[in-house]
C-alpha cells in the first residue's frame, strides 16, 4: 500500500534520528517523505516525555518487551501437543513442513 509505512519503518526512522541522521537523509535512505519522517520522531518524542512525566521506567519497559517470553507450564505444554500433532500430520503427508 502506497502511503503507509510499515512498523520496521517507524523503529529505522527512530533508530536513524537517534544517531544523529536529518529528516530529508532518512526519508531519502527509507523512500517516504520527510514530513513523514517528523510525524513519527515527534510522535516518539511526545510518548516519551508523557511516559517520564507519569514516572514510567522506559528503559526498564523496552527491556521487558526484548526478553524472551516467559511461558507458564499450561501454555508450554499446550505448545507442546500442538506440535506433536503438527509432527504427526507432518509423517501422515510425507512433508518435513
Known sequence: LEGVIT???????????KKGHSNRKIAKMLRINRKTVAKHWYDHVKQNAELLKENIDV?????????????????DSY??????????KCKLLGTNK
Open 7 to 17: 512498523i520496521v519503518d517507524k523503529h529505522s526512522i527512530i533508530n536513524l534520528k
Open 79 to 88: 505448545l507442546g501437543e500442538i506440535l506433536t500433532n503438527e509432527e504427526g
Open 59 to 75: 528503559k526498564l519497559i523496552q527491556e521487558e518487551i526484548y526478553n524472551e517470553p516467559k511461558y507458564t507450564e499450561e501454555i
